[in-house]
């Protein structure tokens, strides 16, 4: 699906990251993740995993871009609802606030792993 | 989910979360073949139910005798409860381990002081007036779901008319477009979109200036079918309008003859983005006719409960599966005593969801644990109003079907299909998935509120006028749940699910999640038959 939207509807959330760089990542990341992970990333243990003080946000970025973009363990997949640079303004934000391990990812990054489909969020027919 | 607003592409997602365009069998079967070898076709082949006619309609015949073999079944959601019943009546015997305290899993119907736990929340109470309800999870059954449909038959559970398409709802938009900002009714749309469409298209037919090969007889037949889609004038082919779209002032007695209603233009159309609710024909699983139990879909789970007596034990949520060539072990933390128990059996059947299953100790291979991991879920909301007056009945004519928002925040507006006439109703102010259900989960309960009224009366006069309290839904928070429904990436469904489908030994897996129909009835009942039939199997070998 991401293959078919026009490379002029990408520019402008890229655009405008470049801009922003990480000021949006705090209300991105609670707008689209608080409800599970909790605001202060804490998480709820046996349900959704703690973001803070997590071995595997602070660990290998690609595995963090996999896992938001396409989801998996349950996670659902964001990659086709949010931008890249809103991805990677939410990823450097729990790696920087809870995680005490600043990254400069950007939607760059984000995209050059998008190259498989994401996991489908509709019913089917 | 809804009508489609608009007819994505293959493999995208319409406005009501299905996918579309259909993953044939034949492409299914060739990409296993592919992937796998002939041993990964054959079990595709089993997975498929080829050469079994009878897995879409009713149960699998299963022949021989039990004899008192055991059965653990994990979770009374529809799998679990269909494979019970017929595991049951087989001469299994069968222990239903259920995490709730009622059975159904997702199959759930919201009555006054109905509590739903969400986590991160406040417990949901359900405040309707007595006799109003509501059906936060699986609302509808295509008239094409056989097996769900199977053992409303065999339960004699009494269904009425879902009405999942109507005319006289609105569509709305905000935008700058001459018809955005106010409610349109879709009949308007759809009258002039394919009436504008039929007239270009038979001009261009009539003067013989379409690029297409049609003999004479041909031409003639065309455009007799273009006059009677597009309701044309037969001479002129000029679109002017038709009594389907509406009437400025409807025809009534004695010398009243009505006044007919004038066509938006194509342009204004077009410039509001309205076109989208038009398509040819709606998705497979959003055809007339479909169907709801009357009084709750909760009615199909008690009705099984019914059946099974005290096979079910509530409030036992699983801690740890264990698995070995003799047989299955399942601690489970017991609710009313607060005591960890054990039980043992030959098999085990295993229904949870693999968002939660995951987070349960167990000892399946690390490839097949793996393969649980490649799922996600898909968040989704849903909110209940319950309005004192039926307005949308009484002053907008309205009676079942969706008004298409146009806004992904909340969804589409649904009227009830029950209670016609009566004096209040429950309407779904929304239903949204992925990221705007996970962003509208996480907003507190009064602002999610606010948003569905605040859409809502852009529509209905009367809709934050008449409304009283409401009921709200986050299935991605729901513990025994975690998610709406599976979602497989193409990717998954290739190098994961098939495994899934397979024993580990003597565990078998079950649920929407194994199916080609996620998040509906007809894919947790099917999954079961499939995979009783392999226990089955494997029963009477051993």
Redesign the interface.
Known sequence: ?KQ?IPATVIAVPLLMAAQSALADGEPLY???????H?TDGSG?P???PALADSDFVAGNLEELIRIVA?????????G???ASAELAEILNYIRDTFNDTPSDLSATDVEALKV?????????? | MHQQEQTPLAGERDSTGAVTGLLTRRHFLQALGTVGGAGMLMSGLSAFNIGIASAQDRPPPLSGDANGKSVIILGAGLAGLVAAYELGRQGYDCKVLEARRYAGGRCQTARRGFVLPQLGQDDEVCDFDDGEYFNHGPWRIPYHHRSTLHYTQEFGIPLEIFVNHNEAAFAYRDGGGPLNGQPVRQKEIIADMRGHTAEILAKHVDQGALDVPLSAEEREKFLEFLVGEGHLERDSLDYLGTGGRGYASDPGAGLNPGEPSSPHTLAALLNSDLFGIVSSVSGYTQQKTMFQPIGGMDRIPKAFEERLGDAITFGARVTQLQHSDDGVVVDYLDGDSGETRQLAGDYCLCTIPLSVLRNIENDFSDEFRSAMDAVSYTPTCKLALQMKTRFWEVEDHVFGGHSFTHNSEVGNISYPSTGWQGRKGVLQGVYNFGANAAQFSALPRDQRIDKALGVGEKIHAGYRRDFENAFSTAWHLVPENLGGWASWSDEARQHSYPLLNEPQGRVLLAGEHLSYMTGWMSGAIESSWLQIEKLHAMAMAS
């Open positions: 699906m078919l609670q707008q689209n993740c608080s409800a599970c909790m709820i046996g349900a959704f396409y989801g998996r363990a349950g996670m659902p997949s964001f086709d609802e949010l498989t489909g994401t996991a489908k969020m509709g019913r089917e027919e």
